[in-house]
T-cell receptor, first 112, second 113 residues
Framework: QKEVEQNSGPLSVPEGAIASLNCTYSDRGSQSFFWYRQYSGKSPELIMSIYSNGDKEDGRFTAQLNKASQYVSLLIRDSQPSDSATYLCAVRGSSNTGKLIFGQGTTLQVKP | NAGVTQTPKFRILKIGQSMTLQCTQDMNHNYMYWYRQDPGMGLKLIYYSVGAGITDKGEVPNGYNVSRSTTEDFPLRLELAAPSQTSVYFC????????????FGPGTRLTVT
């Protein structure tokens, strides 16, 4: 059973701090890695994608991938109360069907 | 572009009733997916399609059926609704190719009583 694991949280950080969200996956053949943000009662929104080892930065968001350790993370710098949401990690395996396996999500609370 | 649209937004069904959840995308994406999300849980794949006329089961297909007659539409059919099908249903689509980034519709909240 291919799995994606996240700490469900809640992760609580003060406004302006760095939030660090982590995800591990079991399938060594995984090709693509995604972070989705989901506000309560809303649908998942794609915020970051990463395909090769290393860091990828987009504004206040940085995705980090380490395929050897089967680990992907999301850093949110200068966290804002509007960042309070559930963050879902999703992993695509080696097939070309585009199927993703989602973690259960980490709830982030940014306190003013 | 409207992206991925879903109807209805909310629905209450009685046990044993049937219904179809509609999903349409206007991005000319080949791949489409149906997920369910139970409270506090991640997304579970129900069915997916890699193109018109081609569908396959995901992780939790029991109690559901799909069809894909056009690139744009991917309806999900619930037959003989059960309380276990109470959930939020999301449709998503992605382009074929290297990245397969999935884009989600707004969801349908279904209650079976």
């Amino acid at each position: 059973q291919k799995e994606v694991e996240q700490n469900s949280g809640p992760l609580s950080v003060p406004e302006g701090a760095i939030a660090s969200l982590n995800c591990t996956y079991s399938d060594r053949g995984s090709q693509s890695f995604f972070w989705y943000r989901q506000y309560s009662g809303k649908s998942p929104e794609l915020i970051m994608s990463i395909y090769s080892n290393g860091d990828k930065e987009d504004g206040r968001f940085t995705a980090q991938l380490n395929k050897a350790s089967q680990y992907v993370s999301l850093l949110i710098r200068d966290s804002q109360p509007s960042d309070s949401a559930t963050y879902l990690c999703a992993v695509r395996g080696s097939s070309n069907t585009g199927k993703l396996i989602f973690g259960q999500g980490t709830t982030l609370q940014v306190k003013p | 572009n409207a992206g991925v649209t879903q109807t209805p937004k909310f629905r209450i069904l009685k046990i044993g009733q049937s219904m179809t959840l509609q999903c349409t995308q206007d991005m000319n994406h080949n791949y489409m997916y149906w997920y369910r999300q139970d409270p506090g849980m991640g997304l579970k794949l129900i069915y997916y399609s890699v193109g018109a006329g081609i569908t396959d089961k995901g992780e939790v297909p029991n109690g559901y059926n799909v069809s894909r007659s056009t690139t744009e539409d991917f309806p999900l059919r619930l037959e003989l609704a059960a309380p276990s099908q109470t959930s939020v249903y999301f449709c998503a689509s992605s382009p074929a190719g290297v990245n397969y980034e999935q884009y989600f519709g707004p969801g349908t909240r279904l209650t079976v009583t």
